[in-house]
């Protein structure tokens, strides 16, 4: 079946370096969606590109979908505390937009 | 405000007893999905309902069972939790189309 891979699994920075993970398919999606889980928490809903090449901004989170819609990336610029958790990268497939989640990478920053 | 709520946060049940975990919505979403996380994994889906229309992955064990009475309502049957389901569940809903989920605080569920 259809699957997401995600890279790297796990991140440590240092507060206020950048940190970018990568999200690959072998076939083309359809769309691309991004969540965030805090240690503990739930995923909560980032953002969803649904076009080639589509790049969109959330103040220091910047989101890429590739031109051949096969590879996303998610960018943070300056990392804080606050951005400690795990990031997935999530097809949403089907009618029913059920997700395929990729595997995450999880997010340390040192302070 | 329009949320997922799910009761309770913590459960404990025995090796074997029956449990439920309930999920409601006051989003009015037509879909309703359950996923089974545990430990630095994704959530997992074991089923959704489309309205009323129920869906099973294939690879979700008999053990677990669901039921949606309405639209707001949803709950997980684990008919006998074995050690290996000890697990977070996430409820999740969506208007069916491909959009952002909303997801519930979870379900922690502990097996003793």
């Known amino acids: 079946g259809q699957q997401v891979m995600q890279i790297p699994q796990y991140q440590h920075v240092q507060e206020g370096e950048d940190f970018t993970t990568y999200c690959n398919s072998s076939t083309t999606l359809s769309n691309i969606q991004w969540y965030k889980q805090r240690p503990g928490g739930h995923p909560v809903f980032l953002i969803q590109l649904v076009k080639s090449g589509e790049v969109k901004k959330q103040k220091r989170l910047t989101f890429q979908f590739g031109e051949a819609k096969k590879n996303s990336s998610l960018h943070i610029t300056a990392t804080q505390t606050t951005d400690v958790g795990t990031y997935f990268c999530?097809?949403?497939?089907?009618?029913?937009?059920?997700?395929?989640f990729g595997q995450g990478t999880t997010l340390q920053v040192k302070p | 405000d329009a949320m997922v709520i799910q009761n309770p946060r913590y459960q404990v049940t025995q090796f074997g007893k029956p449990v439920t975990l309930s999920c409601s919505q006051t989003?009015?979403?037509?879909?309703m999905y359950w996923y089974q996380q545990k430990s630095s994994q994704a959530p997992k889906l074991l089923f959704h309902y489309y309205d009323k229309d129920f869906n099973n992955e294939a690879d979700t064990p008999d053990n677990f069972q669901s039921r949606r009475p309405n639209t707001s309502f949803c709950f997980l049957d684990i008919r006998s939790p074995g050690l290996g389901d000890a697990a977070m569940y996430l409820c999740a809903t969506s208007q069916g189309q491909v959009r952002g989920y909303t997801f519930g605080s979870g379900t922690r569920l502990t097996v003793v």
């Open positions: 999530v097809w949403g497939s089907g009618n029913t937009g059920k997700l395929i």
């Open positions: 989003l009015n979403h037509n879909v």
